[in-house]
């Protein structure tokens, strides 16, 4: 069996790890997910949120200013 399609494993992120990545608190976190505010992409597994690395950084890079 070849083996090149398949697609490395990734890291599904915590709300607590997303909560420091993005500099808020994790209250801070579930208070905009509540609202309705934007957000990273998350995945719901069961009853736990998670993120992918790339969502992350995704979310950042749009929502971030560049300061010249």
């Known amino acids: ?3 090149t399609n398949l697609k490395p494993r990734m890291r ?5 790890e997303v909560a420091e990545q993005l500099g808020w608190s994790l209250s801070t976190l579930y208070r905009k997910r509540s609202l309705q505010e934007p957000l990273p992409a998350v995945t719901v597994i069961g009853s736990s ?5 790339e969502a992350i950084d ?6 971030t200013e560049q300061v010249q």
């Open 12 to 16: 599904l992120l915590t709300a607590a």
């Open 58 to 63: 995704d979310f950042i890079a749009v929502n």
């Open 1 to 3: 069996m070849n083996n």
């Open 49 to 53: 949120l998670r993120w992918t690395q």
